[in-house]
């Protein structure tokens, strides 16, 4: 008896995980064979997440630390550049990626329909990741330039996982967030040497961004620093490096002050080849003259880099950035430019300045721009699928209420004629 009481609980103690069930099991449930539950049974039952819930990745996509896993092909990446010591005003940038996957929670798989585009992003040909974070050095600019671009010559030199289908398609692409605007600089670095030649950009922005370094304020000029890599002069720079396409790129949503007492920033600009669509000429011509300036100038087959600023938004919708100026474009303008301009040939993009300490808390900002990925993707997954020959059904707005007009004034013809 007395070698029983004491081998009894070691062979209990052994037991117990693998075929006893705990006394705090729910008792309705039998616990699952050691074989375990198929896969697809766990997927059907966990796979999908609430808004509020799982990890924050953007839009839930599923996260590959695509630059340290090169075996595992996609074909648009969503990568966060959290950098910030390139601002002119207020820091925080770095902390734009973060929000931005945290705003983006409520687009999922499941409910990612873009009913202004006619299909689903998340759920069409591409292979679409969150790729993380690109680890950006804070101390030293210069570096953190070479890390930067050296991460997307990395990434941009892969093979995406639909390689030609659609034909166009031989290269990933990247989706950027910022991060400050300099990050502009390293991609078009690296879109510039994988696809041969410069690339157009659009650039939406209440900024320039074409400054010369020398057009700020320093007796220290001449001394040598890293201080030409800004954001607010990355595209000169790029325009000086050859890798902007002079004469096809496009500026939209400008309303900044100019330097001195002339036009000379226009004039600099002017050499480096951008057109300038200001904030206050969407009251002349509407969204759809935004749209049709856009266009006339791109056209549909030049390679474009479409690069967004959140503070081409008024400050009133989108307070959280580090340039805040006033008098803006709407939210609902921005999407209704970024919509009508979804037939571009798009080799990457970025959405950048977003910086949430001087979001409000609602978050307003980091949803604009989590909003402008989405529609970005949405224009470069809709542009494959055209080009793979699979049909896209489109609803106009206004469908609806024009349907109810109609009927409305067939009753009231109707009672006209009795
Ligand atoms: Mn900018």
Redesign the pocket.
Known sequence: MLSFSTSLPLSLLLLLPFSWASFYDNPEFDLPPESGTPLDELKAKWDTDWGFSGISTFAHLRHVKCLTTPYEPFDIGIIGAPFDTAVSYRPGARFGPRAIRAASARQTTFRGFNHRAGINPYASWPAVLDCGDIPITPFDNALALHQMTSAYLELLSRRPLSYTNPPSHKHPKLITLGGD?SIALPALRALEKTYGQPIAVL?F???L?TWHPGSYPSAWANTPTQADFT??TMFWVASEEGLIANGSSVHAGLRTRLGGADWGDYENDENQGFLRIEADDIDAVGVSGIIDAIMDRMGTERPVYLSV?I?VIDPGLAPGTG?PEPGGWTTRELIGILRGIEGLNLVGADL??VAPAYDGNGEGTALAGAQVVYEILTSMVKRGLKERGEEVVLQKPGKHIAAAAAAKAKAKTARDEL
């Open positions: 605007h650039h922005d209440a900024h961004d954001h607010g600023d503070d340039t950048v300045e």
